[in-house]
């Protein structure tokens, strides 16, 4: 079995907003660990073109996962409040001990944005260009 594969990471900076953009990362190796593979993901993303500036310059600092291949998708719009013992990446482990597979999705954001969210998970919606909130 092939260590390295593909990944999308989900940079979030909102989670009230909805505000966040997909990142596919290609050749990552399951073997490294976590604290390093949120190193490498923090460099890409500020150095990455075709990116906004907001999101280059956020200071994401957790992983957690969203969904995994051939497995259920979530019904929120930017990931799951459930599970974070299991699904949020801890440091010290390697990528595949956390779960982690060719084509799973995973969401880096703030942990304390995400911690206020999940106390009071309100969305703001915006009607403009025909968003359905």
Do not use: W
């Amino acid at each position: 079995m092939s260590s390295d594969v593909v990944l999308t990471v989900r940079l979030v900076r909102s989670f009230e907003h909805r505000n966040f953009k997909p990142v596919v990362l290609r050749g990552v190796n399951l073997d490294q660990k976590v604290e390093d593979f949120v190193a490498f993901v923090k460099n890409d993303v500020s150095t990455r073109s075709g990116l906004p500036p907001p999101f280059k310059k956020f200071e994401y600092d957790t992983m957690k996962i969203i969904h995994q291949a051939h497995g259920a998708k979530t019904n929120e719009l930017v990931m799951s409040l459930e599970d974070d013992e299991k699904l949020i990446l801890r440091n010290g482990l390697d990528l595949r001990s956390c779960g982690i597979a060719n084509e799973t999705e995973l969401a880096f954001f703030k942990m304390a944005d995400y911690e206020n969210y999940k106390a009071n998970p309100q969305t703001v919606c915006y009607a403009l260009k025909k968003a359905i909130c």
